[in-house]
């Protein structure tokens, strides 16, 4: 079955430092892969995603970047933390190119980060 | 450009009484909708999902949500409402496609009273 995995699940970082949130996906192939943050109140907002190796799409101009060294590998990374990078991060993967949205995402369990 | 409302931000039921949250959607074609739910500090489970068919859709843990094309809305539907029911849940609406993006509405809270 599959599975994802997220992780650290929670993070203190101070202002300035950097960032490396990983996600990787197991028991499937060539998944497509999505980073959300969700801060207090404004509901999930799509960061990243990603339909292949090296594809990486960015939703809004911030503070992050995206990788994807591997096929099921997603990395969230950031050179200097800001304040306003504290949220809830999520990864989440769907079927890939040869289907189905109606699967729907499965997500990980999240990422509290906090800069202090 | 694909949008999802979720009008109420907060919903207080009492436990045992019957449960509706509000969607509204904004899609050009027939979309793929979806509802989800998050425990405090959790990732999304998903509830249900509508894509074709019938438009009366049946999830876990007893929700159901009804999709009407015309008034473009998806809502949630539970009959009697449990204490553990108390989470967020997002309501969410996606395109077929290469990239699969789903657009997530700003969620609504429930709380259950006793």
């Known amino acids: 079955s599959q599975t994802i995995h997220q992780w650290p699940a929670t993070l203190v970082q101070p202002v300035g430092s950097p960032l490396s949130l990983e996600c990787t996906v197991e028991g499937t192939s060539n998944p497509n892969l999505y980073w959300y943050r969700q801060a207090a109140g404004r509901g999930l907002q799509l960061l990243f995603y990603s339909v292949g190796i090296g594809q990486i799409s960015s939703e809004v101009p911030q503070n992050l970047s995206a990788s994807r060294p591997q096929d099921r590998q997603f990395i969230l990374s950031s050179k200097k933390l800001l304040l306003s990078d504290s949220g809830f991060y999520l990864c989440?993967?769907?079927?890939?190119?040869?289907?189905?949205?109606?699967?729907?995402?499965?997500f990980g369990s999240g990422t509290r980060l906090t800069v202090v | 450009a694909q949008s999802v409302t979720q009008p109420d931000i907060h919903i207080t039921v009492s436990e045992g009484a019957s449960l509706e949250l509000r969607c509204n959607y904004s899609y050009g074609a027939t979309p793929y909708l979806f509802w989800y739910v998050q425990s405090p500090g959790q990732g999304l489970q998903l509830l249900l999902k509508?894509?074709?068919?019938?438009?009366l859709v049946q999830g876990i843990k007893g929700f159901e949500a009804e999709f009407k094309r015309s008034q473009s809305s998806f809502n949630l539907r539970k009959p009697s409402v449990h204490w553990s029911d108390a989470a967020e849940y997002f309501c969410?609406?996606?395109?077929?496609?290469?990239?699969?993006?789903?657009?997530f509405g700003q969620g609504t809270t429930l709380q259950v009273k006793p």
């Open positions: 509508y894509f074709s068919g019938d438009t």
């Open positions: 989440a993967w769907s079927v890939g190119t040869s289907g189905e949205l109606n699967y729907g995402y499965t």
């Open positions: 969410a609406v996606g395109a077929s496609g290469n990239t699969g993006k789903l657009i």
